[in-house]
């Protein structure tokens, strides 16, 4: 199995507040991804990191910020959580981003904003 | 730009019967497919992938898929179910972004299959 931690896996947290999820890698692989899965509508991209302080927008980014000061590490961040933000995090991976690469999922983190 | 349907938000076989679970892509370039599975409280695993080597590509436990152009289809079939392969099951496509040489998955909404002892 891919080397990859999110943490935390899992958070209740209240409106409002602000949320920092973390995954942690250790493929040194240069792209990270942060999916977020919600019923009915399979996984849709929020950000997506091609190498230390690159990153870039995905599907459904309003809302979310991230950074990427190393390698292994990838921080998505809520800045002011609301409840449409409930939902399961996942963080994934790819050595070289290529279109033939497969990603590698972490085990997920499961946020409930009150 | 590249999109993904799968047929059927839920299906159930019998343990022993075929495994057929349906995906449809649409891509403007030559595809990049996959299917992944997902374990209850756990994240997505690859079963296969297909890149233009076959047509047919050979997954783990058993799975298999065929790449049908004709039909832009890419559906997943196992000859005999097990109780084990009951969990969900998403069919994906390499879409490309800036500069075109590096893609983002699109995924569809995902199978969840139960299979019945």
């Known amino acids: 199995d891919a080397g990859i931690t999110q943490s935390p896996r899992h958070k209740v947290t209240e409106t409002g507040t602000p949320v920092t999820l973390r995954c942690h890698q250790t493929e040194n692989h240069r792209y990270m991804y942060w999916y977020r899965q919600d019923p009915g509508h399979g996984l849709r991209l929020i950000h997506y990191s091609y190498g230390v302080k690159d990153t870039d927008k995905g599907e459904v980014s309003d809302g979310y910020s991230v950074s990427r000061s190393k390698t292994e590490d990838f921080l998505l961040t809520l800045e002011s959580a609301t409840s449409s933000q409930t939902s399961v995090y996942f963080c994934?991976?790819?050595?070289?981003?290529?279109?033939?690469?497969?990603?590698?999922f972490g085990d997920g983190t499961r946020l409930s904003i009150l | 730009a590249q999109s993904v349907t799968q047929l059927g938000s839920h299906v159930s076989v019998s343990e022993g019967a075929l495994v057929l679970l349906r995906c449809n892509y649409s891509s403007s370039v030559p595809p990049y497919l996959f299917w992944y599975v997902q374990y209850p409280n756990q994240g997505l695993q690859l079963l296969l992938k297909y890149t233009s080597a076959a047509t047919l590509v050979k997954g783990i436990n058993g799975f298999e898929a065929e790449f049908k152009k004709s039909e832009t289809s890419f559906h997943l079939t196992k000859p005999s179910a097990h109780m084990s392969d009951a969990a969900e099951y998403f069919c994906?496509?390499?879409?490309?972004?800036?500069?075109?040489?590096?893609?983002?998955?699109?995924f569809g909404k995902g199978t969840k299959l139960s299979v019945k002892p």
């Open positions: 994934a991976i790819s050595e070289t981003g290529g279109l033939s690469q497969p990603q590698h």
């Open positions: 994906a496509v390499s879409a490309e972004n800036y500069g075109g040489s590096q893609g983002n998955l699109i």
